[in-house]
Nanobody, 126 residues
Framework: QMRLVESGGGLVQAGGSLRLSCIVSGRFFGNYAMGWFRQAPGKEREFVASIAWDGGSTVYADSVKGRFTISRDNAKNMMYLQMNSLKPEDTAVYYC???????????????????WGQGTQVTVSS
């Protein structure tokens, strides 16, 4: 099991940018695909982006494609989500997660992930 801690959330005006970070404890971070999910008040948790264990492939939700970029630095046990052109509908708690499968590819399904962070709040004002 790995411990995940998100940071970088905050309040930003529509059109602005934020960069979320996720630091992961554990020796084998570089062997697992990672993902970002979010949950807005009164809504179910939804997929945002995912990256393969080696960073070689990524996938995005249609709602964020072209605005958000997921990346990772396996040497630092870090994952990032660069969010540009933010919209009020991006307001949510953002969670990072580690996929269960060893050296698996990216995944959009929350049940493929076993370890989750505590979340960081992103609020976009109009």
């Amino acid at each position: 099991q790995m411990r995940l801690v998100e940071s970088g959330g905050g309040l930003v005006q529509a059109g602005g940018s934020l960069r979320l970070s996720c630091i992961v404890s554990g020796r084998f971070f570089g062997n697992y695909a990672m993902g970002w999910f979010r949950q807005a008040p009164g809504k179910e948790r939804e997929f945002v982006a995912s990256i393969a264990w080696d960073g070689g492939s990524t996938v995005y939700a249609d709602s964020v494609k072209g605005r958000f970029t997921i990346s990772r630095d396996n040497a630092k046990n870090m994952m990032y989500l660069q969010m540009n052109s933010l919209k009020p509908e991006d307001t949510a708690v953002y969670y990072c997660a580690r996929r269960l499968d060893y050296r698996g590819s990216y995944s959009t399904r929350s049940y493929d992930y076993g370890d989750w962070g505590q979340g960081t709040q992103v609020t976009v004002s109009s």
